[in-house]
């Protein structure tokens, strides 16, 4: 299996992105798909997750400002980012896994930067 990030950039506080996993070589539909970020000098850490059945999680930083989707039609899962904050910066990483059977995959990572 495979994921691959991207839709990452530079932007403005209070802008938004959004970024976009396309994952292969595996059912996506059956795996719980998770966004991750890491920003200098710190560790990685989960930013939001969704499972199968389409529920949805959220970190605390991020609730109200981030929204994260899934299209099983293109094996894809999205993180809508609004309301940027400098503290946002990081590199963003999608992984996919079923637990107990298979994964995680990970991407390589997209990078964000919000600043002026």
């Known amino acids: 299996g495979a994921a691959r990030e991207s839709g990452g950039g530079l932007v403005q506080p209070g802008g938004s992105l959004r970024l976009s996993c396309a994952a292969s070589g595996f059912t996506f539909r059956y795996y719980a798909m998770s966004w991750y970020r890491q920003a200098p000098g710190r560790e990685r850490e989960l930013v939001a997750a969704i499972s199968s059945s389409d529920t949805a999680d959220y970190v605390e930083p991020v609730k109200g400002r981030f929204t994260i989707s899934r299209d099983n039609a293109k094996s894809t899962v999205y993180l809508q980012m609004n309301s940027l904050k400098p503290e946002d910066t990081a590199v963003y990483y999608c992984?996919?896994?079923?637990?107990?059977?298979?994964?995680?995959?990970w991407g390589k990572g997209t990078l964000v930067t919000v600043s002026t």
């Open positions: 992984k996919a896994q079923q637990y107990y059977i298979d994964g995680p995959y």
